[in-house]
C-alpha cells in the first residue's frame, strides 16, 4: 500500500515568492495534518484539515494557508517568502480527527535564497 | 502549554550495548505520546503510541514504556541499522484538534 506521497521532493525559491506543497494521504485516511521541520529541530505543527474542514492552527503567519480537497489530498500555500521558511514541510495522515498514530511523508525540502 | 524534552540530544553506542532514551512531557491532560523514527532526507515514521501511564509496548529490539511524567525508550542489543534520530512527541487534550508537540529528537548512532 501507498504511504503519504509529497511532491515536489525539493524546491528553490526567492524571497516574495509564493510555494505551493501538495501532500496525497493513505487510502481511507480522512484527516491531513502539515508540519515544519527546521534542521535540528523537531517538526512543529502548522495545521490539520478532517472531511475538508481545518481542524486547527498552530502559531504560523496568515501567509500560510492550506486546504483539503474532496479525494482528501491537501496543499499547503505560503505567500510572501521569508528566508526564514527554508524547512522540510511534511505531511502527515490519520483514519481520524482524534489521537490515532499520524503517518508522514518524506516531505518537500523548501529552500529559499 | 504542552512542552517535550529529550535526552540525550546525541548518544553513541557499540553493537549490542543496551541503553535508553528519555522522554519527559508536560501535558494538560495526555491523549497519547508517539514515539517515531526519523532517518536522514526523510519523514518520521511510527513507531509506538502509549496512552496511559504503566503502558509498554515492543518491537524488535524497541521497547516503549510510560509514566506520568516520562516516557522511556529501550534499545536492547543494538545493531547498526538502529542508527536514527528518535522523535517522542505528545498530543494533550487542551485542543480539540489532532497536534503533535514534537520534542528535539536524539540522535543515535550504533557503531559495528
Known amino acids: 500500500d501507498a504511504g503519504v506521497t509529497q511532491s515536489p521532493t525539493h524546491l528553490i525559491k526567492t524571497r516574495g515568492q509564493q510555494v505551493t506543497l501538495r501532500c496525497s494521504p493513505i487510502?481511507?485516511?480522512?484527516?491531513v495534518s502539515w508540519y515544519q521541520q527546521v534542521l535540528g529541530q523537531g517538526p512543529q505543527f502548522i495545521f490539520q484539515?478532517?472531511?475538508?474542514?481545518?481542524?486547527g492552527r498552530g502559531n504560523f503567519p496568515d501567509r500560510f494557508s492550506a486546504r483539503q480537497f474532496p479525494n482528501y489530498s491537501s496543499e499547503l500555500n505560503v505567500n510572501a517568502l521569508l528566508l526564514g521558511d527554508s524547512a522540510l514541510y511534511l505531511c502527515?495522515?490519520?483514519?481520524?480527527?482524534?489521537?490515532?498514530?499520524?503517518?508522514f511523508g518524506d516531505g518537500t525540502r523548501l529552500s529559499i535564497l | 502549554e504542552d512542552q517535550v524534552t529529550q535526552s540525550p540530544e546525541a548518544l553513541r553506542l557499540q553493537e549490542g550495548e543496551s541503553s535508553s532514551l528519555n522522554c519527559s512531557y508536560t501535558?494538560?491532560?495526555?491523549?497519547?505520546l508517539f514515539w517515531y523514527r526519523q532517518d536522514p532526507g526523510k519523514g518520521p515514521e511510527f513507531l509506538f503510541t502509549?496512552?496511559?501511564a504503566g503502558e509498554e509496548k515492543e518491537k524488535e529490539r524497541l521497547k516503549a514504556t510510560l509514566t506520568k511524567k516520562e516516557s522511556f525508550l529501550h534499545i536492547t542489543a543494538p545493531k547498526p541499522e538502529d542508527s536514527a534520530t528518535y522523535l517522542c512527541?505528545?498530543?494533550?487534550?487542551?485542543?480539540?484538534?489532532?497536534?503533535?508537540?514534537f520534542g528535539t529528537g536524539t540522535r543515535l548512532l550504533v557503531s559495528p
Open positions: 502509549l496512552y496511559s
Open positions: 487510502s481511507g485516511h480522512k484527516s
Open positions: 484539515y478532517y472531511e475538508k474542514e481545518e481542524r
Open positions: 502527515a495522515s490519520s483514519w481520524d480527527s482524534n489521537n490515532q498514530p499520524q503517518h
Open positions: 512527541a505528545v498530543q494533550g487534550r487542551n485542543t480539540g484538534f489532532q497536534k503533535l508537540v
Open positions: 501535558v494538560s491532560g495526555l491523549r497519547g
